[in-house]
């Protein structure tokens, strides 16, 4: 994969659009075909790769768009998987109380956000992203990212103990399986010369922010945390490592840790730096941390200098939430902090997260999602002319 210096890309998803939304529904009813629904999400990734290239970025998605969310649908692709809503949820969580302090600490109605379940032995029917990965190779000649939900999240927010236990009797019997599948995917993925992979984990965060006994902000975080928020980060290190296991240097790794991306109202969403995370960080074997900066939610970025050397940051420069856009100047400052810690050639361009991370509520309209992605490609053409 050769990049120019600091190359822009995306993080995932990119808003769909009403007629996606629409296929999106009737899919999930029953009212259309696999096949009919794969017709319009086709021209739908193509008008998000016209965006991605219009926006001038280097490595380019394909914006999630036969994606419900960014994790859920994988229920489309694994047996033993039941896709709930958070309304529905509420009749089989142990904890009653804390997930309805839960819903009401989300900006958002409990019947809009979906969460997969596991209900069965898990088995990968068909490729998570694979095909979508060949669909967009097809018409693209530029690098492409492929996006996967985390082992850790997906571990975390599947297990509900009145559900799963009977095939699953904790989080870590299912984690081995969810290493699974997961590591099939990167491997086919890699045999089939896909070179960059991000895993997202934006529930690290709750983790190590929130900790095990606070009203949670995002969907997933109340769901199965038992242990400590240090047992909890060791799981999610351990797993993330086996899955990435033995492709160092054969493909791009990367790991997209947030802090909620359903809502343009910044006093639901997580606030805090990421020094508690950075020991943790520091012993996953990824190439690449997508880390979000655009934001003061996030702290410093002098926190960054702790990493190991070798280690990639793909760095957030502008806020996918907000319709006001920032200016190159911005993104240059950002970076400028960040040059103390790595080399030019060790950073990427992005934004802080998706901008339709959950197909029903995006966080912004395409035309903005353009120009904010536009304003990281000016900045990286002025950080290229002086560090060439």
């Known amino acids: 994969m050769t990049l120019p210096l600091f190359p ?44 991605q290239d219009e926006a001038g970025l280097d490595i380019v998605s394909d914006g999630e768009q036969r994606r419900d969310n960014f994790y859920s649908f994988i229920a489309e692709r694994v047996a033993g998987i039941r896709l709930l809503t958070l309304a529905e949820m509420l009749d089989y969580v142990d904890d009653k109380a804390a997930f ?86 990167l491997l086919a993925l890699g045999a089939a010369g896909c070179t960059f992979v991000q895993f997202d984990e934006p529930v690290l965060t709750e983790v190590a922010l929130a900790g095990p006994h606070e009203t949670h902000t995002f969907m997933c975080a109340a769901l199965s945390q038992k242990n400590s928020p240090a047992e909890e980060l060791e799981f999610a290190v351990d797993l993330l490592n086996r899955v990435v296991a033995g492709t160092h240097g054969q493909i791009k790794t990367a790991l997209h840790v947030c802090r909620g991306n359903w809502s343009q109202r910044e006093d639901v969403l997580l606030r805090g730096a990421y020094d508690p995370l950075v020991p943790y960080f520091s012993r996953m074997a990824v190439d690449q941390f997508v880390l979000e900066y655009a934001t003061d939610r996030a702290g410093s970025i002098d926190v960054l200098a702790d990493l190991p050397a070798d280690k990639e940051i793909g760095l957030g420069v502008i806020d996918p939430r907000t319709t006001t856009v920032e200016s190159p100047e911005f993104v240059i400052s950002q970076v400028r902090a960040l040059l103390k810690y790595r080399r030019p050639e060790q950073i990427f361009l992005n934004p802080d997260c998706g901008f339709g991370t959950f197909a029903d509520r995006p966080v912004n309209t395409s035309e903005i999602a353009q120009q904010k992605l536009s304003v990281i490609r000016q900045a990286a053409s002025q950080l290229r002319a002086e560090y060439a």
């Open 100 to 185: 309805e302090r839960l819903l009401n600490a989300l900006d958002v109605p409990a019947f809009a956000l979906k969460n997969p379940v596991v209900v069965s032995r898990l088995a990968r029917q068909q490729p998570l992203a694979l095909n979508d990965y060949l669909f967009l190779r097809q018409h693209t000649d530029k690098p492409i990212k492929v996006t996967l939900p985390g082992p850790y999240l997906l571990t975390r927010s599947m297990w509900v103990k009145s559900l799963s236990a009977e095939f699953y009797p904790d989080k870590e019997s299912l984690g081995n399986d969810v290493v699974q599948v997961l590591r099939e995917e």
């Open 8 to 51: 822009v890309t995306g993080v995932g998803s990119l808003p769909r659009s009403k007629s996606v939304l629409r296929a999106l529904r009737q899919k999930q009813k029953g009212e259309i075909t696999p096949d009919e629904f794969d017709r319009i999400a086709a021209e739908a990734v193509l008008a998000a790769l016209r965006l």
